[in-house]
């Protein structure tokens, strides 16, 4: 079936980096994505990775795609505490949908 | 842009009540989805509507209906709320089969009491 795993706490200090790591099932997702969720928001999608890339860097952001071991993560680097949000892995499903993880809460201590 | 609207952004029930939570995109998309976000399960699907006219149940179904009322509109009911009904429910919308550029609305906080 169709599952995405994740940690669900991480706390860094400020200025550190933070990793975020997810593993998911099906290997016919086209996309991989990232989201994150401020409190008491919506979902913002912070980031995405196609399945024939390993990696994908955007500004503080690193996406790593190992899709042998079907593992996806995501660093953060310089974390600020404005960074402190719940983040969700996020594969494609059968019916069109994303199937997300349970959220990783991200605190951020200065 | 408005994106993905929905309304109310928050409401609270009596158990037995029933309600319609709407959403309506105005990016032309095809498919439009409901889930439901509780604390440490993430997002779950309630129910899917691929395209206009059609719509099919997702992971969690029980105890809800919707109803595809044209391209924009995608509306979630609740016949007779239950406390485990209470959550934050998401909107979204997307190409048809495609899930680059899902867009999310801002949701809706329901308790039922």
């Known amino acids: 079936g169709e599952d995405v795993e994740q940690s669900l706490f991480l706390s860094v200090r400020e200025g550190d980096s933070s990793v975020i790591n997810c593993t998911y099932t099906?290997?016919?997702?086209?996309?991989l994505y990232w989201y994150k969720q401020e409190p008491g928001a919506g979902l913002q999608l912070l980031t995405y990775?196609?399945?024939?890339?390993d990696m994908k860097q955007d500004q503080r952001l690193t996406v790593l795609l190992n899709k042998k071991d079907k593992h996806l993560s995501l660093r953060i680097a310089d974390t600020q505490t404005g960074d402190s949000a719940i983040y969700f892995c996020?594969?494609?499903?059968?019916?069109?949908?994303?199937?997300f993880g349970k959220g990783t809460k991200l605190s951020v201590k200065p | 842009n408005a994106g993905v609207t929905q309304t109310p952004k928050f409401q609270v029930l009596k158990t037995g009540q029933s309600m319609t939570l709407q959403c309506a995109q105005d990016?032309?998309?095809?498919?439009m989805y409901w889930y439901r976000q509780d604390p440490g399960m993430g997002l779950r699907l309630i129910y899917y509507?691929?395209?206009?006219?059609?719509?099919d149940k997702g992971e969690v179904p029980n105890g809800y209906n919707v109803s595809r009322l044209n391209k924009r509109e995608f509306s979630l009911r609740l016949e007779s709320a239950a406390p485990s009904q209470t959550s934050v429910y998401f909107c979204?919308?997307?190409?048809?089969?495609?899930?680059?550029?899902?867009?999310f609305g801002s949701g809706t906080r329901l308790t039922v009491v």
């Open positions: 979204a919308s997307s190409v048809e089969g495609r899930t680059y550029g899902y867009t």
């Open positions: 099906d290997s016919s997702s086209t996309y």
């Open positions: 990775i196609f399945s024939n890339m």
């Open positions: 996020a594969e494609e499903g059968s019916q069109g949908n994303l199937i």
């Open positions: 990016m032309n998309h095809n498919s």
């Open positions: 509507s691929a395209s206009e006219g059609t719509t």
